[in-house]
């Protein structure tokens, strides 16, 4: 008898049980790592569905990213809310709204035709002229190019307004969430022994992106969590806002992009339409410039605002 079902019976209680933790807690700090728990067991969900590149998303932005930002928040929030948090009449229509939406999305999925319709035919079909292999990487780059330009672009007018809360008198200066540690040989030596071996599994997460599972997404948020590591551990400063090499930078990926979008009206006869024959170099080199760029906003998005240092 197949384990597959009791394990996927298994990963829908324990996601459930999650969610009802996270609501539940009084505790922020409780609630933040039961949100990271929820994320990485969402990972273990998309790989059962052979969905791996959106399971490394998941791992490494919906749970790693994301709580960090949340336990950031968390630090600077009292351990409860004023006055002893939302009363039972909230409580009671969040519930029942939450249940309505769980109730509507399991309708939907039950009502789905058999076989479900899917677009991976289509998709495998449009594949060969890209010269990639990977359908995930094929999609996002030549089919839908505008909406991963756009998910790039938007991550500049964030960090914008991050910057935005700094007080007047400390704009120019350095971000300052990321202060470090107080002196530990643990971190220390964890920042100088996995730092190599994390830009190794991102530089690899990039370039094979184009044909295995993996991308820039997954690779810049491994090298941006190497570089918040080595910040956090006193190894390194963060530059000021005003450095110019990091500001080229951050716009590096997006004007890159944009660029050959644009040169691909007169070569191919459309915006961000690749040139047949070379599809896949343009691909591979959009995927390098946009790593450096979305590691860069991930980093200085962790690292918060502008902020006077003693």
Same mark, same amino acid.
């Not at 994320?39 to 969905?51: E, F, P, Q, S, Y």
């Not at 968390?74 to 939406?101: H, N, Q, S």
């Not at 971190?187 to 730092?195: C, H, K, R």
């Given at each position: 008898?197949?384990?597959?079902?009791?394990?996927?019976?298994?990963?829908?209680?324990?996601?459930?049980?999650?969610?009802?933790?996270?609501?539940?807690?009084?505790?922020?700090?409780?609630?933040?790592?039961?949100?990271?728990?929820?994320?990485?067991?969402?990972?273990?969900?998309?790989?059962?569905?052979?969905?791996?590149?959106?399971?490394?998303?998941?791992?490494?932005?919906?749970?790693?990213?994301?709580?960090?930002?949340?336990?950031?928040?968390?630090?600077?929030?009292?351990?409860?809310?004023?006055?002893?948090?939302?009363?039972?009449?909230?409580?009671?229509?969040?519930?029942?709204?939450?249940?309505?939406?769980?109730?509507?999305?399991?309708?939907?999925?039950?009502?789905? +035709?058999? *076989?479900?319709? #899917?677009?991976?035919? /289509?998709? &495998?079909?449009? =594949? @060969? $002229?890209? !010269?990639?292999?990977?359908? %995930?990487?094929?999609?996002?780059?030549?089919?839908?190019?505008?909406?991963?330009?756009?998910?790039?672009?938007?991550?500049?007018?964030?960090?914008?307004?991050?910057?935005?809360?700094?007080?007047?008198?400390?704009?120019?200066?350095?971000?300052?969430?990321?202060? +470090?540690? *107080?002196?530990? #040989?643990?971190?220390? /030596?964890? &920042?100088?022994? =996995? @730092? $190599?071996? !994390?830009?190794?599994?991102? %530089?690899?997460?990039?370039?094979?992106?184009?044909?295995?599972?993996?991308?820039?997404?997954?690779?810049?948020?491994?090298?941006?969590?190497?570089?918040?590591?080595?910040?956090?551990?006193?190894?390194?400063?963060?530059?000021?806002?005003?450095?110019?090499?990091?500001?080229?930078?951050?716009?590096?990926?997006?004007?890159?992009?944009?660029?050959?979008?644009?040169?691909?009206?007169?070569?191919?006869?459309?915006?961000?339409?690749?040139?047949?024959?070379?599809?896949?170099?343009?691909?591979?080199?959009?995927?390098?410039?946009?790593?450096?760029?979305?590691?860069?906003?991930?980093?200085?998005?962790?690292?918060?605002?502008?902020?006077?240092?003693?």
């Amino acid at each position: 008898m197949s384990m597959a079902p009791a394990v996927d019976a298994g990963l829908a209680l324990l996601i459930l049980g999650l969610g009802l933790w996270i609501i539940a807690a009084r505790s922020n700090f409780a609630a933040v790592v039961g949100f990271m728990t929820y994320g990485l067991m969402l990972a273990l969900v998309w790989v059962r569905l052979t969905a791996v590149d959106v399971a490394m998303t998941e791992a490494a932005l919906g749970a790693g990213l994301t709580g960090v930002l949340l336990l950031g928040a968390a630090a600077r929030l009292p351990a409860e809310a004023p006055g002893g948090g939302p009363g039972a009449g909230l409580r009671v229509l969040v519930a029942v709204l939450c249940v309505g939406v769980a109730a509507a999305l399991a309708g939907v999925v039950l009502s789905l +035709p058999e *076989p479900a319709p #899917s677009l991976a035919p /289509l998709v &495998a079909e449009n =594949l @060969p $002229p890209t !010269g990639v292999k990977n359908p %995930v990487t094929g999609v996002l780059l030549a089919h839908r190019a505008i909406d991963t330009l756009l998910e790039t672009v938007v991550l500049i007018p964030a960090l914008i307004g991050v910057w935005a809360l700094a007080a007047d008198r400390a704009w120019g200066a350095r971000p300052g969430a990321l202060t +470090p540690r *107080p002196s530990s #040989s643990s971190l220390t /030596l964890l &920042a100088q022994v =996995l @730092p $190599p071996f !994390g830009i190794l599994v991102g %530089v690899h997460l990039v370039w094979a992106g184009a044909d295995e599972p993996g991308g820039k997404f997954q690779g810049a948020a491994v090298l941006a969590a190497m570089w918040v590591l080595v910040v956090m551990a006193g190894l390194a400063d963060l530059p000021k806002v005003t450095n110019r090499l990091m500001r080229y930078t951050l716009v590096l990926g997006p004007l890159v992009f944009v660029a050959i979008g644009l040169a691909g009206i007169w070569t191919a006869g459309a915006f961000l339409a690749l040139p047949a024959g070379y599809a896949k170099p343009l691909i591979v080199l959009i995927e390098v410039v946009l790593t450096l760029s979305v590691a860069l906003m991930l980093g200085l998005l962790l690292a918060g605002p502008p902020k006077e240092r003693a």
